[in-house]
Structures are given as C-alpha cells and as structure tokens.
C-alpha cells in the first residue's frame, strides 16, 4: 500500500512537500517515482529515484524546482516542491516500480507496478 499525504493549498512561489509511505511491500527493493494528473489532461511524469537514492530523474517541467529524495529506514519517499506555479495545480501520485532504473523507462506509467492514491496540490495565483 502507497500513502501520499502533503498536499494542501499554496500561493504561487511558494513551496511543499510531499511524502509517500509504503508499507506490506519491500520499499527498499523498488524505484519510487512521482506523478500528476490534472482534469482532462494525462498522468505526467514529474521524478523518479532509484532504490538506493543513488539515482534521479526528472521530467522537464519540474527539473530545478522539485527534489525527491527517500529514506529507506521509514518506507518514505519525498517531493520538495519548490517555486510552485499555478500550472503546478494537480492531484500527485507515488509509485513503485520493481523494474531496472532505466532513464528511458522511468517516464512512463507501464513501468510502475503499484500506485498510491494521491494528494491534491492547489497553487494559487
């Protein structure tokens, strides 16, 4: 089971963070990700890191402003979001993936195998 939690309301410029707990799976075995989905719109790939944390990944419209990190010790991955815009606005998703941290794979949805729930984040102008 995935648990995102952090989300909440924001002025523009300011910042959040997210976490995601996993818990009844082997968090340290998987690569952990972030996405998003706005209405209407497709889930986008935000970040992605490996299981050790020695790797990272980031999709272009958040790289410089979100940082994940994860602490294997508390089954908890985590999103700074810094410099947050309104176009930001979207429920956020955690996922697992057992698979290989392959940069041209970690982009897409097939490559995670469990998913959280989600957390809305509402960034006003």
């Known amino acids: 089971q995935l648990q995102a939690s952090g989300g909440g309301l924001v002025q523009a410029g300011g910042s959040l963070r997210l976490s995601c707990v996993v818990s009844g799976r082997p968090f340290s075995s998987f690569s952990m990700g972030w996405f998003r989905q706005a209405p209407g719109k497709e889930r986008e790939f935000l970040a992605t890191?490996?299981?050790?944390?020695?790797?990272?990944f980031y999709g272009d419209s958040v790289k410089g402003r979100f940082t994940i990190s994860r602490d294997n010790a508390k089954n908890t991955v985590y999103m700074q979001m810094n410099s947050l815009k309104p176009e930001d606005t979207a429920g956020y998703y955690c996922?697992?993936?057992?698979?290989?941290?392959?940069?041209?794979?970690?982009?897409?949805?097939?490559?995670?195998?469990?998913w959280g729930r989600g957390t809305q984040v509402t960034v006003s102008s």
């Open positions: 996922a697992a993936s057992r698979r290989a941290f392959i940069s041209s794979e970690v982009p897409r949805v097939s490559a995670y195998d469990y």
């Open positions: 890191i490996s299981w050790s944390g020695g790797r990272t």
